[in-house]
């Protein structure tokens, strides 16, 4: 479980929102939202950058299989951009797991 900052996700999960995931499942990610944990991107304190963002690969078939041409991380806003990552960046994030479901921030609780 983790608490989604920022409107990038949505409406479809909103600011402060509390969100559940699970490991993601073996087989494409492509379409899922994921929790992903960043190594080598942005700021190393606390572990890493952490982001929530709906996943798109495009592939190319290759003799020895296929690979990643392109990987983005797609935000659900149209406010906002894309994070665009080149196959190489593979390696410095982690998947932490997949969306399942969130129940939106309590509104008008102070700690």
Same mark, same amino acid.
């Given at each position: 479980?983790?608490?989604?900052?920022?409107?990038?996700?949505?409406?479809? +999960?909103p600011?402060?929102? !509390?969100?559940?995931?699970?490991?993601?499942?073996?087989g494409?990610?492509?379409?899922? +939202?994921?929790?992903?944990?960043?190594?080598?991107?942005?700021?190393?304190?606390?572990g890493? !950058?952490?982001?929530?963002?709906?996943?798109?690969?495009?592939?190319? +078939?290759?003799?020895?299989? !296929?690979?990643?041409?392109?990987?983005?991380?797609?935000p659900?806003?149209?406010?906002?951009?894309?994070?665009?990552?080149?196959?190489?960046?593979?390696?410095?994030?982690?998947?932490?797991?997949?969306?399942?479901?969130?129940?939106?921030?309590?509104?008008?609780?102070t700690q």
């Amino acid at each position: 479980m983790a608490r989604v900052v920022g409107k990038s996700m949505e409406p479809t +999960i909103p600011d402060g929102s !509390w969100c559940l995931f699970r490991p993601c499942p073996a087989g494409s990610r492509e379409g899922r +939202i994921l929790l992903v944990q960043f190594n080598s991107l942005g700021v190393s304190k606390n572990g890493g !950058w952490f982001t929530v963002k709906k996943y798109h690969s495009e592939k190319t +078939i290759t003799a020895e299989g !296929w690979r990643h041409q392109r990987i983005q991380l797609v935000p659900v806003n149209p406010d906002f951009e894309a994070i665009e990552l080149q196959p190489e960046d593979e390696a410095g994030l982690l998947i932490v797991g997949e969306y399942v479901a969130q129940r939106a921030p309590i509104t008008g609780y102070t700690q």
